[in-house]
């Protein structure tokens, strides 16, 4: 859930041990398929298959399934299906905001997943517009701090675009317009620099603090979504206050 940063950390550290990896790595690999068609099956041409790859690669996703993917996208090797793209947009417990993005080849199959999501878990669905008028589209590129710190980094990506520098812990998030963003990985690849993801993301304006049990309900309902094969992203508004989230971990 990228809506958060602190709970986005937490979530990405949770997601690499946990029994979803079959479903993360379904994701990865369609993303690369809808790059390599969208922009061409060559990675040295094309960023965002370039950065799908990379992203799939650092998850672990054997290199054979994502060369696969990558022909299919590129028309190199038959098959592949039609994704589309589709946001759908709903409120959660305590009236938290939420963007669900969904790739699906079946849209009355991802609406159907979607809504019962929903449903089940104490959310209700919203018409077009009501709720992403709230979130700005952003650039974001993480990276292992590796002994640098927020002054080193901003050397090298404030004249790429980079806005601002979010410390995670034992990472840092890179945020920039999305027109900036292959300007600021590119700037960091000039530099030496690995990074893990490279992605478009959704930023709240206006954040809705949850105690303990109303972020235990929302968890709850983001992670339901997140399950739906369909769902790519889920973004939201909440704000897990620090102490709440040592609250849940404890």
């Known amino acids: ?125 919203a018409d077009p517009g009501s709720v992403a008028y709230l979130f700005t589209r952003k650039g974001v590129v993480t990276l292992e701090k590796n002994g640098r710190s927020e002054d080193d980094l901003l050397e090298i990506v404030l004249d790429a675009g980079a806005e601002e520098i979010n410390d995670l812990g034992d990472s840092f998030e890179i945020v920039s317009e999305p027109t900036d963003l292959i300007g600021v990985r590119t700037a960091l690849i000039d530099a030496g620099i690995d990074y893990d993801a490279a992605d478009p993301d959704f930023r709240a304006s206006v954040e809705v603090p949850v105690d303990a049990e109303g972020a235990r309900k929302v968890m709850k309902l983001i992670d339901a979504l997140e399950d739906c094969d369909d769902v790519q992203d889920v973004y939201s508004n909440v704000d897990i206050p620090d102490e709440v989230l040592s609250e849940l971990d404890a």
Request: proline letters at 3%; hydrophobic letters at 30%; aromatic letters at 4%.
């Open 1 to 125: 859930m990228s809506g958060h940063s602190k709970w986005a950390t937490t979530k990405h550290k949770k997601a690499a041990i946990d029994a979803k990896r079959g479903k993360m790595f379904a994701k990865l690999i369609k993303n690369i398929e809808v790059a390599a068609r969208t922009g061409g099956g060559d990675p040295s041409g094309n960023p965002t298959l370039f950065d799908a790859i990379q992203k799939a690669k650092k998850s672990s996703v054997p290199n054979d399934n994502i060369e696969r993917a990558r022909k299919r996208g590129g028309g190199e090797e038959a098959g592949g299906a039609d994704w589309q793209n589709i946001t759908y947009e709903g409120y959660g417990p305590n009236g938290v905001a939420l963007l669900i993005e969904c790739l699906t080849d079946n849209r009355n199959r991802a609406a159907g997943e979607v809504r019962t999501a929903m449903t089940r878990n104490g959310g209700n669905m």
